[in-house]
């Protein structure tokens, strides 16, 4: 029996009520492979990624898609571009002497021979489906290399475009915006984007030059300078992407749009701004696949203490579990966790976003848009008669939005919600701020999260040191003695230098209990409500960032700033005691 057959085989018995429409799609593209698994995409009930694993089971190898692992970029680089593309491979990892490699045909012993000798190492194939490999390629190993090369391109086409005018708006670039070269120089920049997992791209300029940034792992890191010419083609030819108004650049503009690289699908919030030396362009990625895989609590670093609490308030039939923390906290991602912990078939899911940034299976969705008022506060009063069981709402903006949801959470509904304060318990006193009644807030709240983002050392360079007690005095009380001993990152390829790769969250959960709640009606301060917390067991956003710390998630300079310095700890047993100055 031939692997075709086998998987067609199993591709009926995972389908069997299209059992007689996979037959005759195999027969009709049974020496066509890659056209069959295609059509079988397109035509049966069956998900893409179980279809790709049957298919790799058929020729006895696994399967691994490129753009969902994590893969060193130097591994990457130690197959030629043009070789990868040619064989239609890349090299994923490598364990000793042997390197895994992906590529559309494993089966191939020629192709294999012949990366054997490129690599100097043992090859061990597995399959991953040729758009897959292309998408790979494309952005680590074409992006930044093609991005010089584009920008060439653009500079030697804009004297034929426009002549010898200095270029000022969008009607002196008209045409050339629908180049190939302005399109393949935004794709790359985007490409490399993707590559070093940044979640903003800035198109700035000034009185020289502009310059493109990008926000990697928290931090503002600059990628390139162009002329300004270049910089006005770049930011019309978004504004075109977004079927913005291309004759305005002195009013700021906000809109989307969504591209397909091969497999990689994603979506772009955009924001332009007129600045003294022009507009500005800030591209926010949205829903990258190479994100999906956070989207569940236990990934996202939380102490298990913390990660049983809150699966314990989000399991509760009716209430408000609130997440703090500023813009690009992290707050989202930890929303969708939830929200992915609850999913089920006998629960009504209902989110209002703004924006939508992840595509959730399963969930109801809904993004706001202001310009013509649909707001919070309308989708919510809405979402409230399509019966729902959880709500997910966006951010708690004004206070009609925040009493429906506190009057939802008191009628047998569990909202999520977010609030943009400095701790946790500052949460409750900001709704009563806002207005909603202490009787209405101490019985729906559940539990308020505070979070931040600090950044991850990075796994192929981290190496120990030993601090001085100079170091450790701002942190850590009882050292004296003890020998602690941290981590850092030296910079190497795979963190371009910085020594950090990723970012973990850092924690300081409260579930209300009955105390808290006859402080909450009574008005208490943040104050008496912390110290009524810390009574039972509360831990502060710095206790968590330090513990990361000692086990060598992250730096002392990363948790120094990014939490306030209210609390020391001991190294030694762990418990936190308040630091004197």
Partial sequence: MSH???????????????????????????????????????????????????????????????????????????????????????????????????????????????????????????????????????????????????????????????????????????????????????????????????????????????????????????????????????????????????????????????????????????????????????????????????????????????????????????????????????????LYGCINELNRPDLNIVTIEDPVEYRLPGITQHQVHSAIGLNFSMVLRSIMRQDPDVILIGEVRDLETALIATEAALTGHFVLTTLHTNDALQAVTRLIEIGVEPYLVAPTTMGVLSQRLVRRICAACKEQYVPTEKELAPFFTGIEGVPVKLYRGKGCPKCFGSGFSGRVGIYEFVEVSEKLRELIVEKQSVKLLVEEAKRVGHHSLRYDGLKKALIGWTTLEEVERNTVQELSFDPVDHSPTVHEP
């Avoid at 998900?47 to 049957?54: D, V």
């Fill in 4 to 334: 075709v057959e086998t998987f067609v085989e199993a591709l009926q018995r995972a389908a069997p009520e299209q059992s007689n429409l996979i037959k005759t799609r195999a027969a009709a593209l049974k020496d066509e492979p890659m056209r069959l698994l295609k059509d079988l995409i397109d035509r049966t009930s069956v998900g893409k990624s179980r279809l790709f694993q049957m298919w790799a089971d058929s020729l006895g190898v696994a399967y691994v898609n490129p753009m969902t692992v994590a893969v060193p970029t130097d591994e990457f680089q130690q197959l030629p571009v043009e070789i990868a593309r040619r064989v239609m491979a890349v090299s994923l990892n490598s364990l000793g002497n042997t390197v895994t490699v992906a590529m559309a045909d494993p089966l191939n012993t020629r192709a294999v021979e012949s990366l054997k000798k490129i690599l100097g190492r043992d090859v061990s194939p597995v399959f991953a489906h040729p758009e897959e490999i292309t998408t790979a390629i494309d952005m680590y190993l074409g992006a930044e290399g093609n991005i010089a090369a584009n920008l060439q391109s653009v500079c030697s086409n804009l004297p034929d475009m426009v002549g010898a005018r200095e270029i000022k708006s969008a009607a002196d670039v008209a045409d050339l915006v629908e180049s190939r070269a302005v399109i393949e120089l935004l794709n790359s920049i985007i490409l490399t984007a993707f590559r070093r997992h940044a979640s903003d791209i800035h198109f700035e300029t000034g009185a020289e030059e502009a310059r493109v940034r990008m926000r990697i792992d928290g931090d503002m890191q600059p990628v390139m300078s162009i002329p300004r010419a270049v910089h006005v083609t770049l930011v019309v030819r978004i504004k075109v992407l977004c079927k913005l108004d291309l004759s305005q650049n002195r009013m700021p503009q906000d809109g989307a749009f969504e591209l397909d690289f091969g497999v990689l699908h994603t979506a772009f919030r955009v924001s332009t701004l007129p600045s003294l030396y022009g507009e500005k362009a800030v591209l926010r990625v949205l829903g990258s696949p190479l994100d999906q895989s956070m989207l569940r609590l236990e990934t996202l670093g939380f102490p298990l203490s913390t990660l049983d609490a809150m699966k314990r308030v989000i399991s509760r039939p009716n209430g408000i579990l609130i997440v703090c923390g500023p813009t690009g906290s992290g707050k989202t991602t930890t």
